[in-house]
T-cell receptor, first 111, second 113 residues
Framework: DVKVTQSSRYLVKRTGEKVFLECVQD?????MFWYRQDPGLGLRLIYFSYDVKMKEKGDIPEGYSVSREKKERFSLILESASTNQTSMYLC??????????FGSGTRLTVV | KNQVEQSPQSLIILEGKNCTLQCNYTVSPFSNLRWYKQDTGRGPVSLTIMTFSENTKSNGRYTATLDADTKQSSLHITASQLSDSASYICVVSATPNAGKSTFGDGTTLTVKP
């Protein structure tokens, strides 16, 4: 089974901190994604990557950046955390368009 | 604009009963439609994946149908169990945007004893 591992289940950070969310997949998938999920808004795409060192903006990239130095690892960076970035963050990977495998999510609280 | 609409928003049923969740989409051109189950506080888990040529796919007590002409899908859950309580999310992908999908807002199902 494909595994997508997110480094933290729960995270509490202070406003203004730089926050790193890590995601690792073990199935050599080309595509990786970062979503945030908020009540009533569903999953919204922040950034995605089709290959190493490649990244594309999703629907809500403002306030975020990403890094993909290795194929298996896709990091989401909050340059200066704000309270409106409190959310559930989900990482996913896929080989093709046929289905994603999601990680378990990171519940981030910014205080 | 590509859209996926799910109904109902929430549903409460008694254990052992059947239920059907709906998904209507306007994604074009169509590539595939997936249903995911998301337990509270966890990531979504894939239930079914259907392409244009498939109109029914089952996974245990879950059966998904697809009508590509009317752009509708349904997820039928048979003999519900307490563990079926979750959010069910419909996701539709368009070609050629491989890997970029449109998500529905989900249906929250509560199964009561």
């Amino acid at each position: 089974d494909v595994k997508v591992t997110q480094s933290s289940r729960y995270l509490v950070k202070r406003t203004g901190e730089k926050v790193f969310l890590e995601c690792v997949q073990d199935m050599d998938h080309e595509n990786m994604f970062w979503y945030r999920q908020d009540p009533g808004l569903g999953l919204r795409l922040i950034y995605f990557s089709y290959d190493v060192k490649m990244k594309e903006k999703g629907d809500i990239p403002e306030g975020y950046s990403v890094s993909r130095e290795k194929k298996e690892r896709f990091s989401l960076i909050l340059e200066s955390a704000s309270t409106n970035q409190t959310s559930m963050y989900l990482c996913a990977s896929s080989l093709t368009e046929y289905g994603y495998t999601f990680g378990s999510g990171t519940r981030l609280t910014v205080v | 604009k590509n859209q996926v609409e799910q109904s109902p928003q929430s549903l409460i049923i008694l254990e052992g009963k059947n239920c059907t969740l709906q998904c209507n989409y306007t994604v074009s051109p169509f590539s595939n439609l997936r249903w995911y189950k998301q337990d509270t506080g966890r990531g979504p888990v894939s239930l079914t994946i259907m392409t244009f040529s498939e109109n029914t796919k089952s996974n245990g007590r879950y059966t998904a149908t697809l009508d590509a002409d009317t752009k509708q899908s349904s997820l039928h859950i048979t003999a519900s169990q307490l563990s079926d309580s979750a959010s069910y999310i419909c996701v539709v992908s368009a070609t050629p945007n491989a890997g970029k999908s449109t998500f529905g807002d989900g249906t929250t199902l509560t199964v009561k004893p």
